[in-house]
Nanobody, 122 residues
């Protein structure tokens, strides 16, 4: 199993910045991709940003140029630097990992953190 713990959320004024962090831990595992998603009551959980093992990234269009996802080389920490925050960014952000877990090394399974709230408000 993989446990994911997010941190860094909170209250920030429009135009401000936050840095979200996600720490991965657990038994032996191999991560193929990690990302940040967000969930609003009227929408399905949506991708914000992902990062692959080769360092390539994807972003949803609404955050391009404002958010940056990064990781350490050991996949122990994945961060989301959020700049120029807008009220529309207010929601719960979730860390997600696509991983296989030893010793069985079965199929790739999605693991989720419990979320951290980002509240962009004046």
């Amino acid at each position: 199993q993989v446990q994911l713990v997010e941190s860094g959320g909170g209250l920030v004024q429009p135009g401000g910045s936050l840095r979200l962090s996600c720490a991965a831990s657990g038994s032996t595992f191999s991560i193929h991709r990690m990302g940040w998603y967000r969930q609003t009551p009227w929408k399905e959980r949506e991708l914000v940003a992902t990062i692959n093992t080769d360092g390539s990234t994807t972003y949803t269009e609404s955050v391009k140029g404002r958010f940056t996802i990064s990781k350490d080389n050991a996949w122990k920490s994945v961060s989301l630097q959020m700049n120029n925050l807008k009220r529309e960014d207010t929601t719960v952000y979730y860390c997600k990992a696509d991983a296989r877990v030893g010793p069985g090394w079965g199929s790739i399974v999605q693991y989720w953190g419990t979320g951290t709230l980002v509240n962009v408000s004046s």
